[in-house]
């Protein structure tokens, strides 16, 4: 089992940032990847950015440039900077964890809201 708590979001004016942490704890693997999805109103979840314990990364078109994603294997942490933030960025923001080693199993965190709005 492992436990995904989810920190940072809130409201944001256009062009702004946001910085999202998500920590897990529980059964952890050394061999994982971490990431965030979202959601918006009337839309399927879809991936945001994830990155492995190895260090590599992964991107959804609509944010390379502008958001970044960071991991520390040893407090076993993932950040998101989001910058230059849009409208169109506005959703639930959900932390995610699975591991090649644990084929099926996928935790999430409980969500956290993302708003941007002048």
């Known amino acids: 089992q492992v436990q995904l708590v989810e920190s940072g979001g809130g409201l944001v004016q256009p062009g702004g940032s946001l910085r999202l942490s998500c920590a897990a704890s529980g059964s952890i693997l050394t061999i994982y990847t971490m990431g965030w999805f979202r959601q918006a109103p009337g839309k399927q979840r879809e991936l945001v950015a994830e990155i492995t314990s190895s260090g590599s990364t992964k991107f959804a078109d609509s944010v390379k440039g502008r958001f970044t994603i960071s991991g520390d294997n040893a407090k076993r942490t993932v950040h998101l900077q989001m910058n230059s933030l849009k409208s169109e960025d506005t959703a639930v923001y959900y932390c995610?964890?699975?591991?090649?080693?644990?084929?099926?199993?996928?935790?999430w965190g409980q969500g956290t809201q993302v708003t941007v709005s002048s």
């Open positions: 995610h964890w699975y591991s090649v080693l644990w084929p099926g199993r996928e935790y």
